[in-house]
């Protein structure tokens, strides 16, 4: 599929495509006249790298975790450098983090509707 086509199906824009394509981060074919030819294999690689970055793994760590995210699940993890594993670590706990805040968040405004809810009544 083209770049328009492969946008629309994997949610991210055109630019974002080409940008993954510059940071090497996925290989579209090509057609005969040049046009980038996205695969459905290329798209779901598309939506993981999207999930990565937002859940604010850096490119060139994410550049490194895909070809571990696609290898067989028997894989050696062992391949897998320690402070590499010390930076994922560190994104996974900052994850947490924003996790367990924005859920303190939630209950506070539950909180807030609750007491809102009452007084109303």
């Known amino acids: ?22 940071e090497g981060l996925i290989v579209p074919g090509r057609c005969g006249n040049g046009y980038r030819d996205y695969c459905r294999s290329t798209i779901d690689r598309v939506r993981a790298i999207r999930s990565l970055l937002e859940s604010g793994l850096p490119v060139r760590l994410i550049r490194d ?3 571990r995210l ?9 391949a897998v450098g320690a ?3 010390r930076e994922v670590r560190r994104y ?11 859920s303190d968040q939630q209950a506070a405004l539950d909180s807030y509707l609750r007491d809102v809810g009452r007084a109303g009544r």
Do not use: H, K
């Not at 824009?13 to 394509?21: D, F, I, P």
């Not at 696609?70 to 062992?78: F, K, L, R, T, V």
């Not at 996974?92 to 924005?102: H, K």
């Open 65 to 67: 975790v895909l070809p």
């Open 70 to 78: 696609a290898a067989e699940p028997d894989a050696d993890a062992g």
């Open 1 to 22: 599929m083209r770049i328009s086509e492969a946008s629309r199906a994997s949610g991210v824009s055109a630019r974002s495509l080409r940008y993954y394509e510059d």
């Open 83 to 85: 402070e590499f594993l």
């Open 92 to 102: 996974r706990d900052r994850l947490a983090a924003r996790i367990a805040s924005l």
